[in-house]
């Protein structure tokens, strides 16, 4: 379904005549990768094309490739460059194949002023064209690090449960530093936030709509809560603070409660998303929760939480030799963090340190409009190759 007509590939040619990189980019946003969790028309065009397209290319170059299975039909693709000697180390380059839903015209790469158009050119295959190409333009060189495997890491199911990052962080290998691709504007990240989901409960008495004094109405209860936890959870929410990602958040999205008007409601729930900063985990932000409730001398609503599969936040120690040497090809002083969540996150609590790196802003991604700047498409692509050349 990917392929596109021969006028169409002769028109992706044309605009992208300028390099091989805008090409393989061009490529790859012609390659619909909807995450078929979030795909809700049944497009039915998950990762497995753009896996098997960048799996030819890599055979056709002379590089070993594997497959992690993940979801069946859904693979994890493995890229390995051996060094010249033997490998000492390894660096992963890991960014994801998925792309959240578009009609399927977004698929048609479009080059404008500069600006490269279509879903996913910004997040993320904007990294994956810029990670691989410089893996292959290594290849291609005598410059190869002497004794660091390179691993180009195509990962599936980011923008859902990254059950792709989860799964490698779980089967290994491991490695000494994983770039994961997402578009940070060129900017090294090493902290965001984690994610919390939260399911509050209150329950009361039905009534008759017309005697509300005989029933406890489970909705007014939810509102004292919620009273609560935007004023004086606010408040202590906002007297933490950490140096990259400032003060975590909190936010309702989606409430719950009654049947109709004529009945007082005897339940009712909130889902809350609670985006945690380095420090914070599931036990202290619930036992947070019920101790302010407790000191405010306020009954707590009963309190869960909705999504198992853990989501910590990210803190790599910016300090470390191989994220200094990121910085330094990128031409930065500072790491920064994002409030986003990432497969970083999964990866470095599977043991591998990990920073996030690539083109384009984060504004652009999974807006209707989906664009990625080429010159910094290119920036990104140095700075890669410029890294993984200084490698030992
Ligand atoms: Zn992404």
């Not at 012609?30 to 039915?44: A, C, K, Q, T």
């Not at 199911?157 to 940070?184: C, H, W, Y």
């Not at 999205?253 to 009945?263: D, E, M, T």
């Amino acid at each position: 379904m990917w392929l596109a007509s021969s006028r169409r590939r002769d028109e992706i040619s044309r605009m992208a005549k300028h390099s091989p990189l805008s090409k393989l980019l061009c490529d790859l946003v012609s390659i619909p990768s909807i995450n078929p969790s979030l795909d809700h028309d049944n497009l039915g065009c998950a990762e497995e094309p753009v896996t098997a397209f960048l799996e030819e290319l890599s055979q056709k170059a002379g590089l070993r490739t594997n497959r992690q299975k993940v979801i069946p039909g859904r693979d994890n693709l493995i890229v390995c460059l051996s060094p010249m000697k033997k490998a000492k180390q390894r660096i992963f380059l890991a960014p994801h194949l998925d792309v959240v839903p578009a009609s399927l015209d977004a698929f048609s790469p479009k080059i404008s002023k500069g600006r490269l158009y279509g879903r996913g050119a910004c997040d993320t295959k904007a990294s994956v064209a810029c990670f691989f190409q410089a893996m292959l333009d290594l290849s291609l060189s005598t410059n190869r690090p002497a004794q660091t495997e390179i691993v180009f890491v195509g990962l599936v199911d980011e923008e859902f449960s990254q059950s792709g990052s989860r799964a490698f962080a779980r089967k290994g290998p491991m490695g000494n530093l994983a770039i994961v691709g997402e578009p940070t504007g060129l900017q090294v990240v090493t902290a965001h936030k984690g994610s919390l989901w939260l399911q509050l409960e209150t329950h009361g008495k039905a009534a008759h709509g017309s005697t509300p004094e005989k029933g406890e109405n489970a909705i007014l209860e939810m509102h004292h809560a919620l009273d609560i936890l935007f004023n004086e959870y606010s408040v202590l929410l906002r007297s933490k603070n950490h140096p990259l990602l400032g003060s975590p958040t909190l936010s309702v999205g989606k409430i719950l409660g009654g049947s109709q008007p004529n009945v007082v409601p005897n339940r009712c729930t909130v889902d809350l998303d609670r985006r945690t900063i380095p420090g914070e985990g599931i036990d202290t932000v619930i036992t947070e929760l019920k101790d302010l409730f407790q000191s405010l001398g306020k009954k707590a609503p009963k309190i869960k939480v909705s999504r198992r599969v853990p989501c910590p936040p990210l803190h790599t120690d910016s300090s470390m030799p191989y994220v200094q040497m990121l910085l330094n090809k990128a031409r930065r002083r500072k790491t920064c963090g994002v409030p986003y969540f990432t497969d970083a996150s999964p990866l470095s609590a599977g043991g591998t340190p990990s920073v996030v790196f690539g083109p384009g802003n984060i504004a652009q991604a999974h807006a209707e409009n989906e664009w990625v700047d080429l010159n910094q498409v290119e920036r990104a692509h140095s700075t890669i190759l410029n890294f993984l050349k200084e490698l030992p």
